[in-house]
């Protein structure tokens, strides 16, 4: 087999492929013009989240306000990599190896009011001391 025929296989393959992409792209496109497929657009996550059956589904990580607190060190424009990325990974880290419902309520690096992520340190303290409460006294009865 010589190179123009290998090139000419391979170009045929690649039309190939892109026929069936396009196919696939316009056959969506005419069931959603022609009302064959119902499609509901949705602001964000949370929306989607608040019609779907199984609402635990969805729910974010309870750690996820830490790893997007350390991922905003990396992406913001004031944040150091080097001075604020240890604390803020620190953070994250005690949060995921803690028990569900009583995770850290240390302060967020970078993260303010601001972000739909943010959880004010006093209500997840409050939360936090609740929850060990209510597993203390769940130890205390079994």
């Excluded at 905003?72 to 150091?80: K, L, M, P, R």
Aim: aromatic share 10%; glycine share 4%.
């Amino acid at each position: 087999m010589s190179i123009d025929q290998h090139q000419s296989a391979y170009s045929r393959r690649i039309i190939r492929v892109n026929r069936i992409i396009a196919g696939t792209i316009i056959a969506g496109c005419v069931a959603v013009l022609t009302g064959f497929v119902d499609v509901k657009f949705y602001q964000n996550e949370v929306e989607y989240a608040k019609e779907t059956p199984d609402k635990n589904r969805f729910k974010s990580h309870r750690c996820n306000d830490r790893l997007a607190d350390a991922l905003e060190v990396i992406e913001a424009e004031d944040g150091h990599v080097w001075r604020d990325l240890r604390p803020a990974f620190r953070n994250w880290w005690a949060c995921m190896r803690s028990v569900e419902g009583s995770e850290p309520a240390m302060p967020y690096i970078m993260l303010t009011p601001k972000y739909k992520q943010y959880i004010d340190p006093a209500t997840r303290s409050e939360a936090a001391r609740q929850a060990a409460q209510a597993q203390a006294e769940q130890q205390f009865r079994g």
